[in-house]
């Protein structure tokens, strides 16, 4: 199983990045789908998630209305679009995923929200820097 993260980068507040993770060694549109982001010192923050048909999608927040998520199961490729790029998006960016994501998303739906940034991964990204700054 691999999941391979890429797109971050340096951009100016206000601007835009498209990050990706592609994956492979596994069933992929049998898996939901994360983005997390990690600042060193502060707790892992969940910014979205994707269920495996793209059915049912949940945002951090502090992103909502500036990132869209979205999947192409045809390259088994997740996508997550940043708009509105702000100094507090800057972390490291992973994508991640585990056989419970969709069991979640189906008992606590809305809720998943909140969860998402403590659930056990099982497969995780390399991560990629997303820094914001003028």
């Known amino acids: 199983v691999q999941l391979q993260a890429s797109g971050g980068g340096l951009v100016q507040p206000g601007g835009s990045l498209r990050l990706s993770c592609a994956a492979s060694?596994?069933?992929?549109?049998?898996?939901?789908i994360a983005w997390l982001r990690q600042v060193p010192g502060k707790e892992r923050e969940g910014v979205s998630m994707i269920s495996k048909s793209g059915g049912s999608i949940f945002y951090l927040d502090s992103v909502k209305g500036r990132f869209t998520i979205s999947r192409d199961n045809a390259k088994n490729t997740v996508y997550l679009q940043m708009n509105s790029l702000k100094s507090e998006d800057t972390a490291v960016y992973y994508c991640?995923?585990?056989?419970?994501?969709?069991?979640?998303?189906?008992?606590?739906?809305?809720?998943?929200?909140?969860?998402?940034?403590?659930?056990?991964?099982?497969?995780w990204g390399q991560g990629t820097q997303v820094t914001v700054s003028s």
């Open positions: 060694g596994f069933r992929f549109d049998n898996y939901a």
């Open positions: 991640a995923t585990d056989r419970t994501l969709e069991g979640i998303i189906r008992e606590f739906g809305l809720r998943t929200v909140g969860m998402m940034g403590q659930l056990d991964y099982d497969y």
